[in-house]
């Protein structure tokens, strides 16, 4: 496995504006190495694609698939420029989240919930990402909050997030905002 100093090295070389915090990154970078061959990495929200980076660095090392969903309102070429020079293999659908294409049969091993994080998107994306993934498959939801008045930015990660994962195992990494759960 590579090294964990490595690989946030070679990631930082994209800009982190929007990005998922480093010990999430880290905590994610371990999951991920730690899924089956073939395995499917989805992340909904790329933004600049530095967790991407992390992710597809992971995948290659475990011989296993990333995709990348995002509206890439300035295209995707510097992202796919980015993604190139660390040399990474790489899907990115420039779609939203909630019309993107996908085949029905294909189940997700890791899926990160990071795109608009309002009631419109991540309601939406709860209800259509999450039958996706498969019995013991992980879901990670970043910027996590449970507010019961509402009123945080956030409110509707926790509270759509909450009941679409009911019965699922929560796993808790203790040191950061992302919330992660296992499909039982
Ligand atoms: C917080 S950033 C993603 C950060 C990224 N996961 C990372 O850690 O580097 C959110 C991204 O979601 C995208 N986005 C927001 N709502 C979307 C939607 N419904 N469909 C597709 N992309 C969306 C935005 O364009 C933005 O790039």
Redesign the pocket.
Known sequence: MPAWEEVITRARTID?H???REPA?KYLFTLAMALPKGAVIV??????????AILAMAAMEIDAEYIG?????LGTSEVRRSLDTLGLHYTLLA????TAPWDASKKIDLL?I????DEA?VGP?CKIWLPRVKSGGIVVF??WYEDPTKTHCHWAVGYYGRQATQGWIELDPKYTDARIFQKP
């Open positions: 982190d929007y990005a998922m990154q992340e909904l929200g790329v933004a600049n694609g530095k967790t991407a969903i995002d509206v890439f309102p779609s939203h989240t909630h990160i990071d795109a608009g994080h998107n994306d970043d910027d």
